[in-house]
């Protein structure tokens, strides 16, 4: 895993171009969901559909469908924009909700428990066991799944700042300091230095971002060397 630094402060501060053209160094943002600028300013999408939610929530949209998670209660998004409820009574969590799509299987976490179906299913429980820590934050990048604000790693030192990922296509995390185990690369961890307490993962093409409370660290995969 090799992490990459890159100042993106004045991009945010200067927006999207004032017109739809390329400018050379310009380092403005280039897009903007459900929307596009053009000479008249921003051209939004019309949404066709709409569906109400009451309370605090959070929408995921996955390979198997649409979710809608609130603290304590998983609903499905249907065709017709009806939701179907999943699992009520779920433990209530100190962390928003982060989430691992594998397809198949489905991991949501609000740092208290993990929420997991049955595979192929929209079957949820809650669970503790499915990845070896707690984490506040969890993901998924390139078959793996990333942990991060770990609560209860075995090793010493181990902090909210460190990262871990798993093997390809399991979910077997090593906790060893072994060079020869680490240097196998199969699945790892690593310090990321000032990014502070971890809160979310996104993919960005063949990057995956990490944002934590004090900055933004890409890491990308590599296939040979140290983690």
């Known amino acids: 895993?090799?992490?990459?630094?890159?100042?993106?402060?004045?991009?945010f501060n200067k927006g999207l171009p004032p017109l739809d053209i390329v400018y050379k160094n310009g380092k403005f943002l280039d897009y903007i969901k459900h929307g596009v600028p053009d000479v008249n300013g921003i051209n939004f999408e019309k949404l066709v559909s709409t569906i109400s939610v009451t309370g605090e929530h959070q929408?995921?949209?996955l390979l198997r469908g649409n979710y809608i998670l609130k603290s304590n209660t998983l609903?499905?998004?249907n065709s017709d924009?009806?939701?179907?409820t999943l699992l009520a009574g779920i433990t209530v969590g100190a962390f928003p909700w982060s989430c691992a799509d594998f397809g198949s299987i489905i991991v949501f976490s609000n740092?208290?428990?993990y929420l997991v179906n049955t595979v192929d299913t929209d079957t949820f429980a809650e669970s503790t066991t499915i990845f070896p820590y707690i984490a506040n934050v969890i993901g998924h990048f390139k078959g793996r799944a990333f942990l991060g604000n770990?609560?209860?790693?075995?090793n010493s030192g181990y902090?909210?700042?460190?990262?871990?990922w798993s093997e390809i296509g399991a979910f077997n995390f090593i906790n060893t300091t072994d060079k020869n185990t680490i240097y196998r690369n199969t699945s790892g961890y690593m310090p990321l230095l000032n990014v502070g307490s971890m809160i979310a993962f996104k993919q960005l093409?063949?990057?995956?971002l990490v944002f934590g409370t004090n900055g933004v660290y890409a890491l990308n995969l590599i296939t040979v060397g140290n983690v």
């Open 1 to 11: 895993m090799r992490v990459f630094n890159y100042i993106i402060k004045e991009s």
């Open 59 to 61: 929408v995921f949209k």
């Open 75 to 77: 609903y499905k998004i």
């Open 81 to 84: 924009n009806t939701l179907t």
């Open 111 to 113: 740092g208290t428990k």
């Open 150 to 154: 770990i609560l209860n790693h075995p």
């Open 159 to 164: 902090n909210k700042s460190w990262v871990s």
């Open 205 to 208: 093409g063949d990057s995956y």
